[in-house]
């Protein structure tokens, strides 16, 4: 229903104001989507540097997801129900501008493994960018777990004597 979608929504902004209230909002933001075929997000989540997960949920969409989608997620449609609509979270947004990073390019670059067809580094899934760094990733595509990884694979660049951030 509206008033529980609305209910929902309400919550988040919540919990963003509760995190900005007791933490280093200097720190950088990390997050994750999870999409059906078409782009309609489905999952998001926003996690700190520190793994701490600020945000995780799934988003209502009416649009059907693909089993291909349905294959790589596991998010079934009628989870979704009751859920916050992008379009209604979305206008709603009472953030300051950040300066977004793509970790995508930025470990293409890193690992440095240049593609003549594509005339550009190499991107790797993020599972492959974690276990660059030694790590086994675990519970891949799912918001949540992929913006903890994301962290993962951040820390190992930004501790690497050959990377300047």
Known sequence: ???TTQHTIVAIFKQFEQYNRLHDTSKPLFFD???TVDDQIIEIAFCDSDRHVIIDTLIYTDRPSSPGAFKVHGIYP???IGKPTFITSNHKLRLQ???VKCLAKQSANFIGQYSPYFK???YFSLSKACLHFGVEHTNAHRAAADAIACVTVWEGMMTSHHWDY
């Open 1 to 3: 229903s509206q008033k």
């Open 33 to 35: 989507t999870e999409t």
């Open 78 to 80: 009628h989870e979704l």
């Open 97 to 99: 501008q950040v300066d």
């Open 120 to 122: 550009s580094n190499r």
